[in-house]
T-cell receptor, first 117, second 113 residues
């Protein structure tokens, strides 16, 4: 079974530039997550999709971050304009279950490491 | 809101020694608790989970964790460390009705010969 695919693995940009990350979840997984992992910290949820609808985006800095999952499959996370503090690893994860599930098992991709200079 | 606190950002053990990684949680409802492991340059992988069944949970690679409600703890242990256990370990708690996980800051485990 193919895992969660993310690209690019590494990206270096200057502040005020824009960047986009792509994620393809495991086939059939209804829920997709974007987490931000800053060096030395645990992952922080940015946005959670259930199929193509947003379940939680309370910690997404909406003035600069946006994400979409138009067809309920793959997703794109965009940052525009980037700030120095956006340097982090952006992790995409997916889970099979829907709203009624309580297992909490997420499958993570390898992440996209962003460096903002 | 739920939260988890991991005591010790770095833990170093000798190969063959006991591994103990500490996690305390804060939750107003019976929690669902998880340990994830992250090897260098890889994503997180589920190690084990507690979902209100047995309080002693066994996971992959010989790890286990015990849920102690009275101590609000969910510490991760392994009787004998192996070099391949060197990684970062994250404790997490499920929040709300969806599969939203709140992660601790992580503990980096080093295993030396």
């Amino acid at each position: 079974e193919a895992g969660v695919a993310q690209s690019p693995r590494y990206k270096i940009i200057e502040k005020r530039q824009s960047v986009a990350f792509w994620c393809n979840p495991i086939s059939g997984h209804a829920t997709l997550y974007w987490y931000q992992q800053i060096l030395g910290q645990g992952p922080k949820l940015l946005i959670q999709f259930q199929n193509n609808g947003v379940v939680d985006d309370s910690q997404l800095p909406k003035d600069r971050f946006s994400a979409e999952r138009l067809k309920g499959v793959d997703s794109t996370l965009k940052i525009q304009p980037a700030k120095l503090e956006d340097s982090a690893v952006y992790l995409c994860a997916s889970s099979l279950e829907g709203l009624s599930s309580n297992t909490g098992e997420l499958f993570f991709g390898e992440g996209s490491r962003l460096t903002v200079l | 809101a739920q939260s988890v606190t991991q005591l010790g950002s770095h833990v170093s053990v000798s190969e063959g020694a006991l591994v103990l990684l500490r996690c305390n949680y804060s939750s107003s409802v019976p929690p669902y608790l998880f340990w994830y492991v992250q090897y260098p340059n890889q994503g997180l992988q589920l190690l084990l989970k507690y979902t209100s069944a047995a309080t002693l949970v066994k996971g992959i690679n010989g790890f286990e964790a015990e849920f102690k409600k009275s101590e609000t703890s969910f510490h991760l242990t392994k009787p004998s460390a192996h070099m391949s256990d060197a990684a970062e370990y994250f404790c997490a708690v499920k929040e709300g009705g969806y599969n939203k996980l709140i992660f601790g800051a992580g503990t980096r485990l080093a295993v030396h010969p």
